[in-house]
C-alpha cells in the first residue's frame, strides 16, 4: 500500500536557523507532492506542490522543496526560520491516477526566539 | 469569501447521539473529501465525492454517512456517537484533473468534534 513517511516528528530550532524536514513515499508510479501547513488550532493550508518539471519547488514564505526521484523523497527546506513558522508540517502525495491523498504523520516544528 | 466553510466548529455532544457537519465550497470545485484528524494529528481521508458521486469510502463504520446534496456541498452525518468519534474533521476541495486525478486539495477550517 501507498504510504508517506516523515521521520522527523518533533523539531526544535532557534530563529535563523536552516531547516530541512524529510518526507518519503512508498509509491513507484507517478505521484504529484504536497506540502501542507497547520498553524496552532488553525486548518492545513497549501506551502507548495510539485506536479512536474523543475524539481526544485519554491512555496509560500520562504519555503521550497527538493523532489529527488531516485529516492522518493520531497524534503522541505528554509534558509532561516522564524517563530512564526512554529506548527505542524505534513507531506502528502497522491497517484496521478488517484483522488486519493495520503499524508505522511506530521512533523511539529517549534521555532524558539 | 471563504473558500472552505464548515459548521459548526466546535460539537460537543453525548455518546449515543446524532449529529451533522456541514461543508460547504465556492471554489467550484467538483470534487469533495472528508478527513478525520485524531488527537495525534494523524489526518486519514474517510470519503470523497466526485459531483455528488461517491469516489472514495475508506474503511469507516457504517454510521459515519457522507450526503452530497449537490457538488459544492458535502455533509457528513454520524449515527450514535463513540467515544473514539472525537477528533477533527476536516472537509476539502479540488478540482478534477484529467482522468480519475485531481489538483490540490484546499482544506475547511475544521470542526471539533468531542464525544462524552
Known amino acids: 500500500a501507498q504510504s508517506v513517511s516523515q521521520h522527523n516528528h518533533h523539531v526544535i530550532l532557534s530563529e535563523a536557523a536552516s531547516l530541512e524536514l524529510g518526507c518519503n513515499y512508498s509509491?513507484?508510479?507517478?505521484?504529484?507532492l504536497f506540502w501542507y501547513v497547520q498553524y496552532p488550532g488553525q486548518h492545513l493550508q497549501l506551502l507548495l506542490k510539485y506536479f512536474s518539471g523543475d524539481p526544485l519547488v519554491k512555496g509560500i514564505k520562504g519555503f521550497e522543496a527538493e523532489f529527488i526521484k531516485s529516492k522518493f523523497s520531497f524534503n522541505l527546506r528554509k534558509p532561516s526560520v522564524q517563530w512564526s513558522d512554529t506548527a505542524e508540517y505534513f507531506c502528502?502525495?497522491?497517484?496521478?491516477?488517484?483522488?486519493?491523498?495520503?499524508f505522511g504523520s506530521g512533523t511539529r516544528l517549534l521555532v524558539r526566539p | 469569501d471563504t473558500a472552505v466553510s464548515q459548521t459548526p466548529k466546535y460539537l460537543v455532544t453525548q455518546m449515543g447521539n446524532d449529529k451533522s457537519i456541514k461543508c460547504e465550497q465556492n471554489?467550484?470545485?467538483?470534487?469533495m473529501y472528508w478527513y478525520k484528524q485524531d488527537s495525534k494529528k494523524f489526518l486519514k481521508i474517510m470519503f470523497s465525492y466526485n459531483n455528488k458521486e461517491l469516489i472514495i469510502n475508506e474503511t469507516v463504520p457504517n454510521r459515519f454517512s457522507p450526503k452530497s446534496p449537490d457538488k459544492a456541498h458535502l455533509n457528513l452525518h454520524i449515527n450514535s456517537l463513540e467515544l473514539g468519534d472525537s477528533a477533527v474533521y476536516f472537509c476539502?476541495?479540488?478540482?478534477?484533473?484529467?482522468?480519475?486525478?485531481?489538483?490540490?486539495?484546499?482544506f475547511g477550517p475544521g470542526t471539533r468534534l468531542t464525544v462524552l
Open positions: 471554489l467550484g470545485h467538483d470534487t
Open positions: 502528502a502525495v497522491n497517484r496521478k491516477s488517484s483522488y486519493k491523498l495520503i
Open positions: 476539502a476541495s479540488s478540482q478534477k484533473q484529467g482522468r480519475g486525478s485531481t489538483d490540490t486539495q484546499y
Open positions: 509509491y513507484g508510479g507517478t505521484v504529484n
